[in-house]
């Protein structure tokens, strides 16, 4: 069975930086995009960053400039590196891989999240 684990989180203070990674495993084929979304208390899931096989990506506009998605040389890994990071960016992050490269809508596999806290 498909499994995404995730880390890279932590406590950063305001204008510091994080990298997450994410490597998935148990697929026979590779994934056509992954990405990341966050969830803050209270709010929706939202798709923060992807990136399809072919180098595309997707960025939320609160994001852009700020952080940086890519895939590693590993079949099935996704990075996110994020700077300049604020408190909004205060989330639990879950990497997400899926089998089509529109990011219209919550498909895939999930990883377990992980806690990123921007704080001083």
Avoid: H
Wanted: hydrophobic letters at 30%.
């Amino acid at each position: 069975q498909v499994q995404l684990v995730e880390s890279g989180g932590g406590l950063v203070q305001p204008g510091g930086s994080l990298r997450l990674s994410c490597a998935a495993s148990g697929s026979t084929f590779s994934f056509n995009a992954m990405g990341w979304y966050r969830q803050a208390p209270g709010k929706q899931r939202e798709l923060v960053a992807g990136i399809t096989s072919g180098g595309g990506t997707n960025y939320a506009d609160s994001v852009k400039g700020r952080f940086t998605i890519s895939r590693g040389n590993a079949k099935n890994t996704v990075y996110l590196q994020m700077n300049s990071l604020r408190s909004e960016d205060t989330a639990v992050y879950y990497c997400n891989a899926r089998f089509v490269e529109s990011w219209s809508f919550e498909i895939g596999y999930w990883g377990q999240g992980t806690q990123v806290t921007v704080s001083s």
